[in-house]
């Protein structure tokens, strides 16, 4: 036989930590939140989530701002507040000339994957990201760059006329 514990133990512990002193920004996010959700009572009497046609979902796509900066210039991006690290870098390429596969995207001090996503990481609007180029890279390019001076010419002329 299997000892089922009364239901006043298990609500005693949550309401002591509803009452806690450090959950007053607990309960103000929880506001917060619903504030954004949209509400509506069905026929039957029953308050639900508000539901989307797919066209009000499309309008919904949130765009944030967000400014690069590759060391001595700022580059500002409008993007998808969902879309990836991935999705910026390609964005970057096409203003900054480097490769996505040459970015390392820093935000908050730590490099972020390809397939993290922004709204997930914290990105908000106006937030920073550091662009650096790939230190590997770089050195693949200063080394083809001086091999090629060492090399002078790549091609002589055998025979003059």
Sequence with gaps: MVKIPSPRRLFRSRSRSTTSSGSGAD????????E????????????VQ???????DAAAVEFILVRVSTGWQWHDVSIDATATFGDLKVM???VTGLWPRE??????????????HLHMVGVQD????L???DPAVKERKLRSTTLAQL????CHSFIQV
């Design 27 to 34: 309960i103000c996010a929880m506001v917060a939140e619903h």
């Design 36 to 47: 954004r959700i949209e509400w509506e009572v069905r026929p039957g009497g029953m308050l």
């Design 50 to 56: 508000k539901r989307r046609t797919p066209e009000e």
């Design 92 to 94: 970057l390429s096409l």
């Design 103 to 116: 970015q390392r995207l820093l935000y908050r001090g730590k490099e972020r994957d390809d397939d993290d």
């Design 126 to 129: 106006k937030d920073k990201v």
């Design 131 to 133: 662009l650096l180029e």
């Design 151 to 154: 090399m002078g010419v790549p």
